[in-house]
């Protein structure tokens, strides 16, 4: 078997978030819209392929969905090295910061805290077909 190559700084940093907040590799997966065997391998920084280690490098807009899901900041992000998914990460907080839906005409706004990026979407999306059903925009 092939050497593993070093867990990269931002792999540490997510997966020391996730142990702080006590969340297991499935359900941090889960929150940020991806498989935990590919949470596991970013974390890692390999997978295993046959004898080999093959690297494994996360895409910025995935490593910043995992950050988000264990309460990674974006400087902690830039501070690793990583300012590709720093700078996505700040677009995707920015973005979920404006996600409160409003539910119906003067009623409280629809609560989205604690779902993950792809969940808001999934609402969103759902509301917006929901809309068109009914011929609003």
Known sequence: ?????????????????????????????????????????????????????????????????????????PEQLSEVGREDAAAELAKLEEALASTELPVGSGTEPLDLAGLSAVQIEAVKAVIRAMRADRGEH
Not at 32 to 58: E, F, K, M, N
Request: aromatic share 4%; charged share 20%; no cysteine.
């Open 1 to 73: 078997m092939s050497e593993k190559p070093p867990q990269p700084p931002e792999g540490k940093l997510i997966g020391d978030a996730m142990k702080r907040r006590g969340m297991s590799a499935r359900s941090a997966a889960t929150a940020s819209g991806i498989s935990d065997t590919r949470w596991r391998h970013i974390v890692a920084g390999y997978q295993p392929v046959g004898d080999l280690y093959v690297p494994v490098s996360g895409p910025p807009e995935t490593v910043a969905r995992m950050a988000h899901a264990v309460g990674v900041k």
